[in-house]
């Protein structure tokens, strides 16, 4: 028979949502060597390992939303158990099991940016009276 063949990640319909123990987070960085840096969802950053049946079948890149296992004897490292598609990840988005992406973080620096030229259009009055 052989391996099973995904196409492409359309084919897979299969939605897991944490149990008990697990935690959702976001891929900070890639460090090589299967360790990857995740931001949870409890707000720890974790140094965790790729599973090997998931280093063989799918590429986690930055950006990623992921399932990740705490070791029992260490908090601060984990095992990376799923990696989720673009429509689940949109999905536990929108259902509030993570915060959305960090787009939001531009709007404030533009927003600083303005009261920067308020300050600029209020000299030229104090000169001209």
């Known amino acids: 028979m052989g391996k099973r063949k995904v196409l492409n990640e359309a ?3 299969e939605l897991v949502l944490p149990e008990q123990g697990e935690l959702l987070g976001r891929v900070q960085k890639i460090s090589g ?16 390992r790729i599973r090997g049946k998931m280093k063989r079948r799918m590429w986690i890149r930055e950006g990623d939303i992921v399932l990740v296992s705490p070791w029992d004897f260490d908090q601060r490292r984990a095992d990376i158990v799923w990696r989720y598609i673009k429509d689940h990840a949109d999905w536990l988005e929108n259902n509030g099991y993570m915060r959305p992406t960090s787009r939001p973080a531009q709007q404030p620096a533009a927003a600083a940016a303005a009261p ?14």
């Open 116 to 129: 920067e030229q308020q300050p600029a259009a209020a000299d030229p009055a104090p000169q001209q009276a």
């Open 11 to 13: 084919h897979l319909k």
């Open 33 to 48: 060597g299967n360790q990857v840096l995740v931001q949870c969802t409890d707000g720890e950053v974790r140094l965790c």
